[in-house]
């Protein structure tokens, strides 16, 4: 069911200032960043030869991040994304198996325009787990 990793997480709590230091003291290449009120948070993507790290702040008093980052206030691994060819079948088959995806179930549009879904924490390794259609 899993493909490709697409993305590791990491939630900062100042972005311009995480960015910049992928920047400088990494040499990396970091795009603009995105905001998207949709998923309360705003994004950069570092690109890399086999995946992305995409970094994220909260945006606005909703952000889904904003426990995590009173809980890490210096900021952390937030979740892992995996590239599914049918999120609507990897959905059906999780929920069939137990796990709880959140929200109602319904895949949001991601930052690359794909359709996104998560998967709780707890029934996964303490690991907030995305899933995206490719
Ligand atoms: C940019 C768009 C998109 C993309 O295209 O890439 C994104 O990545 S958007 C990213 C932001 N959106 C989300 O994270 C949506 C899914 N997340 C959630 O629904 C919530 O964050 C959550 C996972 C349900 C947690 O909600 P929270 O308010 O933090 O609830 P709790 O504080 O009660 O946490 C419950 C429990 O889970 C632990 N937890 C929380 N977040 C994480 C995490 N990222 N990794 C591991 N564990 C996490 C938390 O510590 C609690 O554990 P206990 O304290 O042991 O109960
Ligand atoms: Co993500």
Redesign the pocket.
Known sequence: MLGRVN?V?IAVPDLATAAESYRTMLGANVTEPQA?PE???T?VFVTLPNTKV?L?EPLGAAS??A??LA?NPAGGM??I?YEVADIIAARDRLKEAGARV?GDGTPKI???GKP?L?L???DFQ???I?L?EV
């Open positions: 993305h997480a998207l998923h309360g948070v994004v995409e994220l889904p991040i426990a995590f809980k937030h979740h994304c959140l991601g930052a690359h996104v998560f709780h924490p707890k303490g690991t907030l995305e995206e």
